[in-house]
């Protein structure tokens, strides 16, 4: 039953992070291009350059060099770019998403939603009827430019003239954290329930590997914390070395999502060490009420001001140690049962 829950949890999270992606169009190669009058049914594309002439109707995945979008080409949906250089000329009916050395939106183009860029320069020069959010070294607003919404940009702000309906803010005017209010409480509760749903999943699919995690923090503390030291480090760095080429690029996204969930099973696995190391002073032996305990202080102690910080650091790492050691054992198993396979 747990072995069945495990693989059930695990197939939705692969689902959750690549919605859409098995339904697209799937294409590779030095060039991909979607011809004029062509339609695909959604796209998703990696290679050194491509170009949209044609239809893509839905949403838009790219991985390249060069992305672009023609004059003549119309894309449905949403936009998601990822390379040295983005043009948009023809017409999206969804939001833009691009992360790029170079972004222009040229003076055919015209966005339907909003728009979204971090590069080292943006050109606007077109019309995007939502909100316009900037982030580069140079950002361009063109006389031929308007956004229906407001312009939110980081960097140096050329402005030659364009239209904008909203309001033209820089990020550093804006309150990007909001204060210790009804939000941030509702922030706090929320992630308060569902740190414990997280932990409780996770004892009921393996509660002898909670044990186990334990046991390895409470007799080799400094090594698991220096296991987690290094996991942060070393994943940091694969991720912007995959991050700095054209075809290592989605897999530095993928590796960052999937860093992303690792690191929170690592927020609660060190959670739950610090309960039960609490716990075991009381004399009682709940794997549930220690995960309770771990939560609610190290969520009490996290907002003091500067210790709460440090706190929070090393149970971080404390879990980030029990997660990398567990995954190298299960490395270190899996290379085991391959030598003995072929050994046959």
Avoid: C, H
């Avoid at 919404?149 to 030659?160: P, Q, S, V």
């Avoid at 220690?290 to 202080?297: H, I």
């Amino acid at each position: 039953m747990r072995r069945a829950l495990a693989v059930v949890l695990g197939v939705v999270l692969v689902l959750s992070l690549f919605t859409g992606v098995t339904a697209a169009d799937t294409r590779a190669g030095g060039t991909v291009v979607v011809d004029e009058g062509e339609t695909v049914n959604g796209l998703s594309a990696t290679a050194g350059t491509i170009v949209i002439e044609g239809t893509v109707d839905g949403d838009l995945r790219a991985y390249g060099g060069e992305v672009r979008i023609a004059e003549s080409g119309e894309v449905t949906g949403i936009v998601r770019a990822y390379a040295g250089e983005v043009r948009i000329d023809g017409t999206v009916g969804g939001n833009v998403l691009a992360y790029a050395g170079s972004v222009r939106v040229g003076e055919t183009a015209t966005i339907d939603r909003s728009f979204g860029a971090v590069a080292g320069d943006v050109v606007l020069a077109g019309q995007i009827d939502g909100d316009a959010n900037a982030f580069a070294g140079e950002i361009t607003l063109a006389r031929t430019a308007t956004v229906g919404g407001d312009l939110t940009y980081e960097g140096e702000l050329d402005d030659r003239g364009g239209t904008v309906d909203g309001v033209t803010q820089k990020t550093q005017d804006l309150a990007l954290f909001p204060p210790a209010g009804p939000l941030s409480v509702v922030f706090s509760v929320f992630m308060f329930f569902a740190n414990l749903l997280l932990g409780a999943i996770l004892l009921y699919v393996g509660p002898r590997f909670a044990d186990a995690a334990y046991e390895t923090v409470l007799t080799e503390p400094l090594r698991t914390g220096g296991a987690g030291l290094a996991a942060v480090g070393g994943v940091a760095l694969a991720v912007a070395l995959l991050a700095i080429t054209i075809v290592g690029l989605p897999l530095a996204v993928a590796l960052l999502m999937l860093t992303v969930v690792l690191a929170w099973v690592a927020a609660v696995y060190g959670r739950y060490v610090v309960g039960q190391w609490l716990l075991s002073y009381t004399g009682r032996e709940s794997r549930y009420l220690a995960l309770f305990v771990g939560v609610v202080v190290v969520g009490l102690l996290g907002i003091v001001p500067y210790l709460g910080f440090a706190i929070r650091a090393v149970v971080f790492l404390i879990g980030a140690g029990v997660v990398a050691l567990a995954l190298l054992r299960l490395y270190e198993l899996v290379t085991e049962s391959r030598g003995g396979l072929s050994s046959i």
